[in-house]
């Protein structure tokens, strides 16, 4: 395994649904280690299916990597399961918040566990409760019970029980109050800059992703179209006008504006 080089790397990989319809085409990025890399763009950009090829999740919905590479920590991991990919390290975080809603939250956290075969699951529990309080404190309801903000964290503390390296995080801002935004946000932050654990998010919301990120990719008809240091692309006057709904002179709260403006060059 090298230890040098990207986490992860995605070189020039084409996605083709149902032998048909071609929706990456020629997409390629990079995660370095401890990083957070933000893919960027509108809705139908490409984010989701770029996720789902690296963590191997295409074939249940037809989908298939035609074309390009996928390497991980230095292998290539293209073909591998999930639990083979979880063995290692890497963990999807899905869109939409997909708790078990009838189990426990508790038993929601210990689902991520499986593919561990060490003993030390209860201490892991701690810790996921340590940066998530509020699940502790509903430990015991049904995880359909809880808020969308709390099932977030949820999911994001069972993909944590893996003990994983990476996770791939995807939308986690969608559906949720600005503030509990900045919360899911700021304990990925947090992840990252006390566990090392390295995240590539996909985002709609630019304007917040860019404030947490390191790097950022910006996507369109699945492939990349721009790409950059975080500062830079929050920054760049066409990203600004076009995707975060700000010009020069409104500063302040890019988020809503850029939630109800499409981005220019899709129309
Ligand atoms: N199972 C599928 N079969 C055929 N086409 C699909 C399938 N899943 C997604 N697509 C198409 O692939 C394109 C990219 O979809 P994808 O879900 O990756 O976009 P996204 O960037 O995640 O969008 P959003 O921000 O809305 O989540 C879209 O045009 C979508 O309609
Ligand atoms: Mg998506």
Known sequence: MSAQGPL???????VMYSRLALVLRGLTLSVPRGGIVALLGANGAGK??????????????????TKGAIHYDGARIDGLDP?????????LVMEGRHAFPTLSVEDNLKVGAYSRSDGAVAESLERV????PRLKE???QPAGLLSGGEQQMCVIGRAL???PRMILLDEPSMGLAPLL???????????????????????QNAAVALRYATYGYLVEGGRVVREGPAHALAADPEI??????????????????AARRRPRWLS
């Open 8 to 14: 992860l790397s995605v070189a020039g990989i084409e």
């Open 48 to 65: 989701t299916t770029t996720m789902k090829a690296i963590a191997n999740l295409l074939r249940s919905e037809r989908g298939e990597v």
């Open 83 to 91: 639990s083979d990919l979880a063995r290692r390290g890497l963990s």
């Open 129 to 132: 409760y340590s940066t998530f």
């Open 138 to 140: 509903r430990r015991h």
């Open 161 to 163: 029980m893996a003990r």
């Open 181 to 203: 935004v900045e919360e899911i946000f700021s304990m990925m932050q947090q992840l990252n800059a006390e566990a090392g654990v390295t995240f590539l998010l996909a985002e």
């Open 240 to 257: 600004r006008a076009s995707y975060l709904g700000l010009d020069a002179s409104a500063e302040a709260d890019g988020a809503s504006l």
